[in-house]
């Protein structure tokens, strides 16, 4: 348990840094309100509701192949998706087969995949 709420800080407060970093993104709540793109904002909000519905793997699924073409603003999208995930409690989590190590391998694989090893990286030696 302790555990698992220093991973969940952690999350949020790298998810944080990497959105103000790349996107100057300094909201107090990182909701999807924060992407001015409507559309993009629509793919969040499905991501999430699936998730609310316990399909997190559906989602997360759909958020692979939206970020596979390299879009940065996916980027974003996808983070918001990861700390969203990040804040629904342990007990939901584990009762739909996912965990906040699963979040973390999400995130770091996100990052990956934009070419952002560093960001990866940094995820990766935060939480050991």
């Known amino acids: 348990m302790l555990q698992d709420d220093y991973i969940l800080r952690q999350i949020r407060e790298m998810v944080r840094a990497v959105l103000k970093m790349l996107f100057q993104v300094d909201a107090q709540e990182l909701t999807p309100e924060i992407i001015e793109n409507e559309s993009e904002r629509a793919e969040l909000e499905r991501l999430i509701a699936l998730t609310e519905e316990g399909k997190i793997d559906e989602a997360e699924n759909q958020l692979y192949e939206m970020t596979c073409d390299g879009d940065r603003s996916r980027l974003k999208t996808g983070l918001l998706f990861y700390y969203s995930l990040n804040g629904k409690t342990d007990e939901f989590l584990e009762e739909h087969n996912f965990s906040r190590e ?7 694989d996100l990052a990956d995949r934009y070419g952002l090893s560093g960001i990866a990286e940094a995820f990766r030696t935060e939480i050991l």
Do not use: K, N, Y
């Open 102 to 108: 699963e979040i973390m391998t999400g995130i770091q």
